[in-house]
């Protein structure tokens, strides 16, 4: 579904009627870690341990859970949970900015059980209808503003070499008590097994991730499963870092063959993340092979023309120099399918501080600008960009603009420490990749 103007304003407005900070997410939409027991409505909270007592009550509780009651009830009596700081962060920018609890619940999945929704706010068997899985944390990829709870290659690194020398931590971030026993993961296991066939039916989108799923053998089942269905009733989409080795890459295209033939979900969608080029982005998203990604993403577009392919960018400090030229990459392979282009879905960093668009001076907003004005005029000319990637990319200038010029010291230091301990760890040198910074690491 495309978004346009005149969707967020009505869905601004009816949000609003019921309080300036309800938001349809934090109903229709859950992600889930089954291996660390935890859940979030939407993706960007931190996400919250289920206690295993209240899964033992009812299987429910994987998305209703004691702390999402509470926070849905702050926002029915008007008040901002802390956990949604992000879309707060974009609302708090200025007006006209529409943060994600605006477009999340424009899609027509979480629009539709608005008033649903109202009739029966604290329904502890609400059932959402787009469900995010962490599969496990198997990865072969250490981004920079990732860590160890979801990537086990950065978990290997904190095993190794401890956590960074920041002031705010990064690394060694995991409560390591809150991991599941064995016993646990089998409980979260049938748990999800049970809420997942009750819910099946009603479901609008299943959506799995890690870690790199393609190299959890979770993954491989569930498509076994997925394959048994024809005609599915639900869109199936899959995070990928297109980064796995050849015999895996042509295990899961052959996979992919099986499912679409056989129509096996309504349509299927591959995310996959990016926000720079060449050594730049291979310094962010450290195990990145940059020509690689690219090559699969256009194979992908070349082999399955309705296939839905979105490139998640993680907005950051690191990749604003540059940044033109990637959406120059972006436009290049949108034209290379225009009946079908992907999708650019620009989010603003929210953890590690010190790799926030905020701790960058003024002498940056330039190059934003630029940027916005490129969208702006494609949007215009081959309107292979949509009004939706365009507020997006604005928000991050209006984010960048309210930015609190005092406040960042910390974070500058703390950035200047992790690029200077990330070369040292992995052998890079971030006065070559990223030369604006370099009288900052003198």
């Known amino acids: 579904m495309t978004l346009e103007v005149s969707d967020l304003e009505k869905t601004q407005k009816y949000l609003n009627e019921v309080s300036e900070s309800f ?9 889930l870690d089954l291996n660390r027991g935890t859940t979030a409505s939407c993706h960007h909270p931190v996400q919250h341990r289920i206690p295993t007592a209240e899964i033992k009550k009812s299987f429910h509780r994987l998305h209703n859970t004691e702390f999402k009651l ?47 929704i109202l009739q029966d706010p604290i329904n502890e068997e609400f059932a959402p209808k787009m469900v995010e899985v962490n599969l496990g944390a198997n990865c072969n990829f250490k981004c920079s503003y990732c860590s160890e709870e979801v990537s086990s290659s950065w978990a290997d690194e904190i095993e190794k070499f401890g956590g960074y020398p920041t002031l705010h931590q990064h690394g060694r971030s995991f409560n390591q008590s809150l991991a599941l026993n064995a ?40 498509l076994t499963h ?83 392919l979105v490139v998640m960018s993680t907005y950051n400090a690191l990749c604003v120099k540059g940044f033109e030229g990637f959406l120059q990459e972006i436009l290049r392979l949108k034209m290379r399918r225009p009946h079908k282009p992907l999708r650019l879905d620009i989010s603003l960093l929210e953890f590690p ?14 190059d934003l600008a630029t940027q916005l004005e ?28 309210e930015r609190d010029r005092g406040a960042n010291f910390t974070h500058k230091k703390d950035l200047i420490a992790f690029l200077r301990e990330h070369d040292r760890r992995r052998g890079t040198d971030a006065h070559k990749v990223f030369p604006e910074f370099s009288s900052w690491l003198r």
């Open 183 to 222: 016993e646990e993961k089998e409980i979260f296991a049938r748990a999800f097994d049970d809420w997942f066939k009750s819910l099946s039916s009603q479901l609008s989108t299943l959506r799995v991730t890690g870690g790199e799923p393609l190299l959890n053998e979770s993954f491989w089942r569930l």
């Open 70 to 116: 509470a926070q849905r009830r702050l926002m029915l009596e008007g008040k901002r949970p802390a956990e949604c700081s992000y879309c707060w962060r974009v609302e708090d920018s200025g007006p006209g900015a529409y943060s994600d609890r605006i477009i999340k619940s424009s899609y027509q999945w979480s629009r539709s059980m608005g008033e649903k």
């Open 226 to 308: 997925m394959k048994q269905r024809e005609n599915g009733l639900f869109d199936f989409s899959i995070n990928s870092n297109l980064g796995v080795s050849e015999p895996v890459w042509l295990r899961f295209l052959d996979e992919l063959d099986i499912l679409l033939l056989k129509k096996s979900s309504k349509e299927i969608t591959i995310y996959t993340s990016n926000e720079a080029l060449g050594e730049r982005a291979e310094y962010i998203r450290f195990g990145l092979k940059h020509n690689l990604w690219i090559k699969r993403i256009e194979e992908l577009m070349d082999r399955y023309p309705s296939l839905n």
């Open 23 to 31: 938001c349809l997410a934090k109903w229709t939409q859950v992600t």
């Open 374 to 401: 490129f969208v702006r005029a494609e949007m215009s000319s081959t309107k292979l960009f949509d009004f939706i990637e365009f507020e997006k990319m604005k928000r991050v200038i209006t984010v960048f603009q």
């Open 353 to 366: 501080f010190h790799q926030r668009i905020e701790v960058l001076t003024d002498d940056f907003q330039q």
